[in-house]
């Protein structure tokens, strides 16, 4: 490696001299975005085994994990608003539920964690632009074999002419658990709730449950609507590897612990003071680069 071989990481502006060529790369360009900061509250919680007993019993319950597992989207267009999209999206949250209730002498006891599901789903605009072309690809392995046979193979992918959706989201934050009760109403096997009106099925009617689990949720998400496209970027040269991998063998297991450094955050957690206000960070960055 040449030590004037410029390498990933922060550049300064002699870096800027040493530009080689502009390349044209395909990527995924982001049209728009959005932040999401939605409390989703009182939402029920749909348990995969039935647990209606310990809800009948149970004093408290308390969330003991929770975490997104899928997030569904699909996308449609904006009537009479050329380039937007309204963006579907819909979330699903597995919990556990630990459930804390009376014993037989008034102590207090907790059940095993039971796990259930809350949906959550909410709909926003963004600019996803138009595109008027299909996309095909295909690899080595979608090519037709010698023999030429129609077996399906070198068929290629399709991509339509909407945007990709791209969703991130942090781990939930669970605000709140409790059991929630509801009014007590009768629900007819033809699925009447109000017997008041068909009286004729009161004999066959069963009461619904009164008592059920609901959450209160913290979910912070960022939505991106992207569309492949190539762009033309300057390059200093191909990016090459600039350490050798350390591997763990049976001979030299405490040669790979001798370079991790002493975890002393673990030990000592940082103060309020030691955390960056937001904002503050770049703008030391900014003063830094001012400053050269």
């Known amino acids: 490696m040449k030590k004037d071989q410029v390498v990933a990481g922060l550049i300064d502006a002699e870096d800027i001299c040493k530009l080689r060529e502009a390349v044209c790369v395909q990527v995924e360009k982001v049209y728009d975005h959005c932040r999401e900061k939605d409390c989703v509250e009182d939402a029920v919680v749909d348990f995969v085994e039935d647990v209606q007993c310990l809800i009948d019993k149970a004093v408290k319950v308390k969330v003991k994990e929770a ?24 979330y699903k949250i597995k919990v556990k539920v630990e459930f804390c209730f009376r014993g037989q002498f008034g102590q207090l006891e907790s059940s095993d964690p039971k796990v259930g599901f809350v949906w959550f789903s909410k709909t926003i605009i963004l600019f996803g632009s138009e595109g008027q072309v299909k996309i095909f690809s295909a690899s080595d392995t979608d090519m037709c074999s010698p023999k030429g046979e129609d077996d399906g193979c070198g068929v290629l992918m399709q991509q339509d002419n909407k945007p990709n959706v791209t969703v991130e989201v942090a781990e939930p934050l669970v605000l709140n658990a409790r059991i ?9 096997p033809f699925g009447f709730e109000d017997n008041e009106e068909f009286d004729g099925f009161a004999d066959s009617a069963h009461i619904a449950p009164t008592r059920r ?12 609507l992207t569309r492949l496209v190539q762009l033309l970027i300057p390059a200093f040269n191909f990016c090459f590897p600039t350490q050798e991998c350390v591997s763990s063998t049976d001979e030299n297991p405490c040669d ?3 370079t991790i450094d002493f975890p002393f955050d673990q030990f000592f957690p940082p103060q309020m003071f030691d955390f960056p206000v937001e904002g503050e960070e770049e703008e030391d960055k900014c003063g830094k680069h001012a400053r050269k």
């Open 67 to 90: 975490e997104v597992v899928k997030v569904l989207a699909d996308l449609d267009e904006v009537p009479f608003k050329r380039g937007f999209f309204t963006v579907n999206v819909r």
């Open 180 to 188: 929630k009760r509801k009014r007590c109403h009768h629900v007819s």
């Open 213 to 224: 689990v609901v959450v209160t949720i913290g979910l912070f998400s960022i939505i991106k």
């Open 256 to 258: 790979l612990f001798e």
